[in-house]
């Protein structure tokens, strides 16, 4: 088979689909999304590495379990293979990814060219954040550029999809059609506000949002009776974020040192209590995810299983929150 | 000054009050700055902006003030220097991330909108702030906003 053909057959059979009346993009997350099912997508860990087989092994290990994969971009402020690099390499194989932009490393002339790039290489789902500071990564001298900020960022993005423009004005031949995503933390302070900040990113253009790990489900079911009373729901997919939990030792580690990560205290008491912590952390999660889904507004599940992957797969299906959907994987 | 910076949000009605007071006498001195030379009035205004605005609210001197927008709290000195806060990543004790000795610049925003008025810019009418102009850097804003006001020849770069 020719490449060009190979190609073709890879376009049709995973991400860009022909266009629906109504979406943005055409990326299977929102369709699935908009169809009303419920959603997964999961975190890959980007290799420390030049290898493209490095990325196709981790990207493997979600198969047939999420819709999408989100591509960290420089996550923690710490290097890794770029976002656009992995997405790039994965797309090829059709798989559906969210691009993470960082408002830490790049400027507006750089964000738009690689919005671009991206979207010319079938990424369909762009998630719009502000970053972490520069002195939580391993280059803590870095010049920290924060030229944008996750709403301004959603606003250019948009106007290139809508407007067929940059943020100069000057018109694009092209737009890129993106499904464009937010993160929200409702577990951060000021807690009051949180959902007032959601309603902003919507208006920012947010059309998916995936949520900081959530642990405190009262606080969060709180959190979402507020934004549906908003009609925010109605206007963005929410997909909650879990993670897996290895011991408590590490629970506590986070708790202490990574600031806007809400822990409970039973989290930490379970684990502890545990012969077998990981497990129980992965079962925690599982119950969550269970319990999250039951929430009214939430609209998928965002794992996010640093140095578990290998476990996401056995994660959902234990969870059964798929309802036995099958999400495309290459074949 | 970090402690003038506080004062300035837990009075930012007054402190809001005077400072456009102040803006709008310097718009109506137009004619003097015009006759002065707008380039070299921009140079005594904004050495007595640099040295007001850096002593009560740590200004950066980004030439884009928004500090009416923002309860009077400015937001160059959130280390990401966000303009539509705050991040996820603020502390349980209302401290910055990043800063873990600083109270974040946003909930102080918040804090100084509230006090603005009851429809404070900042709450109910989600207004986005535009990204930072950089080309603005060291200059005054106020002057700046003068010449957007009193400028009628349309020259967007006053």
């Known amino acids: ?331 | 000054m970090y402690i003038m910076r506080k004062i300035m949000v837990t009075s930012a009605k007054p402190a809001n009050y005077i400072y456009h007071l102040l803006e709008s006498a310097l718009v109506k001195l137009d004619p003097l700055w015009k006759r002065l030379g707008y380039q070299r009035s921009e140079k005594t205004i904004a050495f007595f902006e640099k040295n007001i605005k850096a002593f009560l609210f740590d200004c950066k001197m980004c030439g884009d003030c928004v500090l009416d927008k923002t309860g009077m709290s400015c937001p160059m000195n959130c280390p990401k220097q966000i303009r539509n806060g705050p991040c996820g990543g603020v502390r349980d004790n209302g401290n910055c991330e990043v800063k873990p000795e600083m109270r974040c610049v946003w909930i102080e925003a918040w804090r100084g909108a509230k006090k603005l008025t009851p429809d404070s810019r900042i709450t109910p009418d989600l207004e986005i702030l535009a990204p930072v102009n950089h080309r603005h850097k060291d200059r005054s804003s106020w002057f700046i906003k003068i010449r957007e006001i009193t400028d009628t020849s349309g020259d967007r770069n006053v």
């Open chain 1, 1 to 331: 088979m020719s490449e060009q053909h190979r190609m073709a057959s890879a376009d049709s059979a995973g991400e860009n689909l022909p266009s629906l009346a109504g979406h943005f993009s055409n990326g299977r997350l929102e369709r699935v999304l908009r169809n009303g099912d419920f959603a997964v997508t999961a975190e890959i860990a980007p290799p420390d590495s030049a290898d493209a087989e490095d990325v196709y092994r981790r990207a493997a290990l979600f198969d047939g379990v999420v819709d999408a994969i989100n591509a960290t971009d420089g996550s923690g402020a710490n290097c890794h293979m770029s976002s656009m690099g992995v997405c790039s390499l994965l797309t090829r194989k059709g798989y559906s990814m969210i691009m993470q932009i960082s408002c830490r490393d790049k400027n507006r002339i750089a964000i738009q060219g690689d919005v671009l790039g991206a979207s010319a290489m079938n990424v369909a789902n762009m998630l719009c954040l502000s970053g972490d500071g520069v002195d939580t990564g391993d280059h803590p001298e870095a010049k920290p550029v924060f030229d944008l900020d996750s709403m301004t960022l959603l606003q250019i993005i948009r106007k290139m999809r809508d407007e067929s423009e940059f943020l100069s004005g000057r018109k694009l031949t092209k737009a890129p059609p993106v499904f464009l995503g937010a993160a929200a933390n409702p577990f951060a302070e000021p807690l009051n506000y949180r959902v007032h900040r959601l309603a902003k990113k919507v208006v920012a253009g947010a059309q998916f949002i995936q949520t900081q790990y959530c642990f405190d489900l009262p606080l969060f079911s709180e959190y979402m009776k507020r934004a549906v009373d908003l009609g925010l729901t109605e206007k963005v997919f929410i997909l909650a974020g879990v993670g897996t939990m290895p011991s408590a030792a590490s629970a506590l580690w986070i708790r202490k040192n990574i600031p806007g990560i809400n822990i409970p205290e039973w989290v930490i008491k379970r684990l502890k209590g545990s012969d077998n912590p990981k497990k129980e952390g992965q079962d925690i999660c599982v119950e969550l995810m269970q319990q999250l889904k039951e929430i009214e507004g939430v609209s998928g599940i965002h794992i996010m299983a640093f140095k578990q992957e290998e476990s996401v797969k056995n994660i959902v299906n234990r969870s059964g929150v798929l309802d036995g959907r099958v999400p495309w994987m290459p074949g």
